[in-house]
């Protein structure tokens, strides 16, 4: 069983950043590959980013790459995405999740928990 907590999401404007977190506690000892996803009002569930946690391999949706990055902290559990030069499209509710080690982009378990709201005005 794997408990998740998102933070770190708010309203900004165009153009500035925003840093999520994801806690992660698991009964068991282990480390998970770790991903994050968005739904935006009206849209399907889509990948944004995921990353192994000793942080060896990442991955990036196109929309986007070069603008997010993913990183773990292995002594804290914690997963972040740093988000820079946000887009008005990049509203959505933020998620982590654990992803299939050989692909990044579906999640390994079927468990969401509330995610994170991030808005993003023009």
């Known amino acids: 069983q794997v408990q998740l907590v998102e933070s770190g999401g708010g309203l900004v404007q165009a153009g500035e950043s925003l840093r999520l977190s994801c806690a992660v506690s698991a009964r068991t000892s282990g480390t998970f590959t770790m991903g994050w996803f968005r739904q935006a009002p009206g849209k399907e569930r889509e990948f944004v980013a995921g990353i192994t946690w000793d942080g060896g391999n990442s991955d990036y949706a196109d929309s986007v790459a070069g603008r997010f990055t993913i990183s773990s902290d292995n002594a804290r559990k914690t997963v972040y995405l740093q988000m820079n030069s946000l887009k008005p499209e990049d509203t959505a509710v933020y998620y982590c999740?654990?992803?299939?080690?050989?692909?990044?982009?579906?999640?390994?378990?079927?468990?969401w928990g509330q995610g994170t709201q991030v808005t993003v005005s023009s």
């Open positions: 999740a654990p992803v299939l080690p050989s692909n990044f982009r579906i999640p390994r378990y079927s468990y």
